[in-house]
């Protein structure tokens, strides 16, 4: 079974940046796509951005312009950049994946990411 493993986060302030990662322990070419995921405390878990097994990229509109999310299929590692962080982004992101179908099924643990202002 394939599993999804996050680094990555931490706590930083406002105006910074961060990267997280995803390693897949399979190939990420069987992916049809992934995807990071981000629920911050009291809230539904919310879609940031996709990517597809070609490459093309997705970006809900509260990542739009500050994150950007990229793939390494030699590494099996998918990331998401966030740029100019606002404490509004503090939240866990979590890592996602689908084989086919709309609804990704495979995740990682998830990473805290916290946003001083």
């Known amino acids: 079974q394939v599993q999804l493993v996050q680094s990555g986060g931490g706590l930083v302030q406002t105006g910074e940046s961060l990267r997280l990662s995803c390693t897949s322990s399979?190939?990420?070419?069987?992916?049809?796509?992934m995807a990071w995921y981000r629920q911050a405390p009291g809230a539904q878990r919310e879609s940031v951005a996709s990517i597809t097994q070609a490459g093309n990229r997705d970006y809900a509109d509260i990542a739009k312009g500050r994150f950007i999310i990229s793939k390494d299929n030699t590494k099996n590692r998918v990331y998401l950049q966030m740029n100019r962080l606002k404490p509004e982004d503090t939240a866990v992101y979590f890592c996602?994946?689908?084989?086919?179908?709309?609804?990704?099924?495979?995740w990682g643990q998830g990473s805290q990411v916290t946003v001083s202002s």
């Open positions: 399979g190939s990420i070419l069987g992916f049809a796509a």
């Open positions: 996602a994946a689908k084989i086919t179908g709309p609804v990704y099924d495979i």
